[in-house]
């Protein structure tokens, strides 16, 4: 965070402008290897004269309509057919990247995706970069940066919430909303800059009552946006769900039933289950990493206290504790209390098929507890709902954006800022005041990318994947 003022950069739009380097012309598969149908993808000043040597047709490449598919061939250097394939065109700026397009649809295999590719890089493209399409698209302003992180977003989403979320983002919400507050703060500005450069004209100037007052609001929004950076970790990657207890209380079995597949072996002999067992589901829209625990119980066997003490190390990470014993077991070393740890614990009395509405060895349940079969599958969906509820307890459900770590550290220095300017409009320091506003200027446009260098662009663009 820049804390001491003299090294807040005092230019709001550190915009470096890198189309420069993007002269070249760039050639990916934008679909996965393995498939029916992959679709390569090329984009720079060059596609149409790159494709056109590679392309055979009724007709040349130049001459078919932008946005049309036409049938042709992909030839080598001996004019021998590589492969069949479906041709289309798009002119700038009308394409996904603002630059002359060109797509190739062809047969998924490997061989031919790898052969088509030599012959486009034979004729003059470059292999494209881990998000160099989407990054061109935003450098010709397609989109902004929360938009661009949207698209890496519905490709890595694992549930239909975070799929929707990230929709929402991509159709630029989020983005005008970050647009809105930066107005508002070059507004304000504006309004303490007066004070400096034109200290002896009589202008209709704020009062230092509404400059206070705006700086409020616009802080408050800040940690309203900020309030959503719990939701924004859990919907991209997911909370840890431990299920864990003593031995032989069904957890396998429980597991089991939730995935809806046999994954974890099932016997009736203690400590069966010796290692973890992790598995990716989504339950009521949430994505969930699932981890299935051996028993918790001493024990003098080696391998068993190995698996005992991986059971104690997962419980530690967990978000949420599934603590399960068995209803139709005497009391026999079971207990409700779980290790000390800081997750949501929810109390599974599980093998209700065997013995109704009794606790272990005469213990009363706790109230909150779920019954459940995993053989017949009955209490499985209040186990779901509870679930749920233990999630957006802990973290308030937030219906606009859920905001992702980087804009969540802006967003946090962008406040940091303002708290900075507020002090310093009480003591009517315009100039120091008028450098923490241009701070939160800096800090919300490297959000959308008003304000951006060439670093920021590699980190974000990096986690993408090739063709995109």
């Given amino acids: 965070m820049f804390r001491e003022k003299k090294s807040v950069p005092r230019i709001l739009k550190a915009h470096v402008d890198l189309r420069e380097g993007n002269s070249d012309t760039i050639a990916a598969a934008a679909t996965a ?45 001996t004019a021998a057919v590589v492969d069949q394939v479906l041709v289309v065109r798009f002119a700038a700026p009308a394409s996904y990247t603002g630059e002359p397009m060109v797509e190739f649809h062809c047969h998924g295999g490997s061989l031919v995706v790898r052969d088509l590719l030599r012959q486009l890089f034979r004729a003059g493209a470059r292999p494209a970069e881990p998000g160099e399409f989407t990054k061109r698209a935003f450098l010709n302003g397609k989109m902004d940066l929360t938009q661009a992180e949207a698209v890496a977003d519905i490709i890595a989403a694992h549930s239909d919430l975070a799929l929707h979320m990230a929709q929402r983002q991509l159709d630029g919400r989020f983005g005008r909303q970050i647009a809105a507050l930066y107005a508002r703060a070059e507004l304000l500005l504006s309004e303490l800059e007066a004070r400096l450069d034109f200290p002896d004209e009589d202008l209709a100037l704020w009062e230092k009552e509404r400059l206070t007052a705006e700086v409020d609001r616009l802080a408050a929004e800040l940690r309203l946006l900020l309030r959503s950076r719990r939701q924004g970790e859990i919907l991209r990657h997911g909370i840890r769900l431990v299920i864990a207890g003593p031995p032989n209380v069904g957890k396998s079995s429980l597991m089991n039933v939730i995935l809806g597949r046999e994954r974890a072996i099932v016997t009736s002999v203690p400590g069966t289950t010796r290692d973890t067992l992790e598995e990716n589901l989504s339950i009521r829209g949430i994505p969930i990493c699932l981890i299935d625990t051996a028993g918790i119980r001493d024990t003098q066997d080696l391998v068993e206290r190995s698996g005992v003490e991986r059971a104690e190390a997962s419980l530690a990470t967990a978000d949420v504790i599934l603590w399960v014993l068995d209803a139709a077991r005497p009391h026999d070393g079971q207990a409700w209390p779980v290790p000390r740890t800081t997750a949501a614990t929810i109390h599974v009395l599980n093998k209700i098929d065997l013995v109704r509405n009794r606790a272990p060895g005469g213990i009363p349940a706790p109230e909150s507890t779920v019954q459940t079969s995993a053989l017949t599958g009955e209490g499985i969906e209040s186990l779901f709902g509870r679930i749920e509820q233990a999630v957006w307890q ?5 219906d606009g954006v859920a905001v992702n770590e980087r804009h969540a550290a802006l967003l946090d220095r962008a406040l940091q800022y303002l708290v900075d300017a507020r002090e310093e409009i009480a003591r009517e320091a315009w100039e120091l005041a008028a450098i923490s ?31 995109k």
Avoid: N, Y
């Fill in 437 to 467: 506003v241009r701070g939160t200027l800096f800090e919300t446009g490297k959000i959308t990318g008003k304000s951006h260098t060439p670093d920021i662009l590699d980190t974000i663009f990096a986690r993408f994947c090739i063709g």
């Fill in 394 to 398: 802990r973290v308030p459900r937030e």
């Fill in 33 to 77: 290897l393995g498939g029916a149908i992959a679709v390569i993808r090329i984009s720079g000043p060059g596609a149409e004269t790159v494709a056109a040597q590679v392309w055979r047709g009724r007709r040349p490449l130049g001459a078919i309509p932008a946005r049309h598919l036409e049938m042709g061939e992909i030839v080598d250097e």
